[in-house]
Each structure stands twice: as structure tokens, then as C-alpha cells.
């Protein structure tokens, strides 16, 4: 997905992509809390995957165009230094949790048993969308973009061809006052 991700932050920028997958990425361990069936839980982590490939490529390209060539590879450092303490201390901090939370709750006056591990999701999920409403929205596209239009305005093309990838499609656009005038050219509104 990383091919799909990149051609859309090529040309509606790595905002759009990181608001998002930081949307998308708080409900996955929600999502282990309500189903324990093999299938299920195989398209939870594609969804993950697909959630987790996005907000990396657009958080690197965003560092890319946020900072100076000459800082790139001490911000690049410090930016996974950082990840990989965040993902350590959270990883941490739940095995710490999992030996203090209940596993049987009382909800609507019937008792409910559960794993601490469950707990653990749910907890998981409240602080991801806390740090999202906390900082994703001072993000702003460091160039200049195309604005996303209504998905009626796509037009897709066939793009290439890959061994790999199979049949490769793009999403082409037509600015807004080009579907005027070609309305106006042929009497029909847009």
C-alpha cells in the first residue's frame, strides 16, 4: 500500500494521509476487543497494516519537507529514537497495568469477565486518540497542494502494468472551473 499512500501524498499532500491514518490507528486495539475469531482478527491486522504504512510514510515525508537538507538525518534519527522509545514505554507501562487491572467488571448491573489484556486495549485506545487530538491538527502541509474533490469528479486511468502489483490505477481530476467550462461547452451543468 505503500505505492497507493505515496501517489496520494504526491498529490493532495502528507497531511490529508496523516490525519487520516492517525484517525484510523487509535480504533485497532478496539478492535481486538470484540472478537477473538482467527478471520476476524487476520483482517484487523490488515487493516493495521494498512493504517500503519500510511501514518509512517506520510510522517517521514513530512519530516522530509519540514525540515532543512542539511538537519535531515539528525531529525530522521531523533524521530525514530523517539518511536522506538514510545513504542518500548507503552509496551511497558502495559505489562506494568496488566497485573493491576480487574479481569471481572460490573457494566449495567451485570458482571462481565474479561482478560486484564482486554483492559489493556481499551486503555491503549483512549491515550492514542488523546495524543491525536492533542497534536495532529498543528500539523500543516509544508507545500503546495491539490485540494481533495468530491469522489464524483474521479475519473481513474489505467496507470501501468506490474509483474508484482498487477494493473495499477491513478485517480485523474478536473479542476473545478475546467468542469464549468466544459459544461457550459456542452449545456449540461456539473
Request: aromatic share 12%; net charge positive; glycine share 8%.
Amino acid at each position: 500500500t505503500l505505492n497507493r499512500w505515496g501517489r496520494i501524498g504526491d498529490v493532495f499532500g502528507n497531511r490529508i494521509i496523516l490525519f487520516t491514518t492517525a484517525m484510523l490507528v487509535p480504533i485497532l486495539p478496539l478492535l481486538w476487543v470484540v472478537s477473538s475469531n482467527f478471520g476476524y482478527l487476520i483482517l484487523v491486522q490488515v487493516l493495521s497494516g494498512l493504517a500503519w504504512g500510511g501514518f509512517n510514510l506520510s510522517s517521514g515525508n513530512l519530516l522530509l519537507d519540514l525540515v532543512p537538507a542539511h538537519r535531515r538525518t539528525v531529525y530522521a534519527a531523533f524521530h525514530n529514537v523517539f518511536a522506538a522509545c514510545g513504542v518500548f514505554l507503552g509496551g511497558t507501562i502495559g505489562v506494568m497495568l496488566i497485573g493491576h487491572l480487574p479481569a471481572r467488571h460490573t457494566w449495567l448491573g451485570d458482571s462481565i469477565t474479561s482478560s486484564p489484556l482486554l483492559n489493556i486495549f481499551l486503555i491503549s485506545t483512549a491515550v492514542r486518540y488523546l495524543i491525536v487530538v492533542l497534536f495532529v491538527r498543528k500539523v500543516r502541509e509544508q507545500r503546495r497542494v491539490r485540494r481533495p474533490t468530491r469522489s464524483d469528479q474521479y475519473i481513474y486511468r489505467l496507470s501501468r502494468f506490474s509483474a508484482f502489483m498487477g494493473l495499477n490505477y491513478e485517480p485523474v481530476t478536473a479542476a473545478p472551473r475546467d468542469l464549468k467550462r466544459n459544461a457550459s461547452n456542452t449545456g449540461t451543468t456539473p
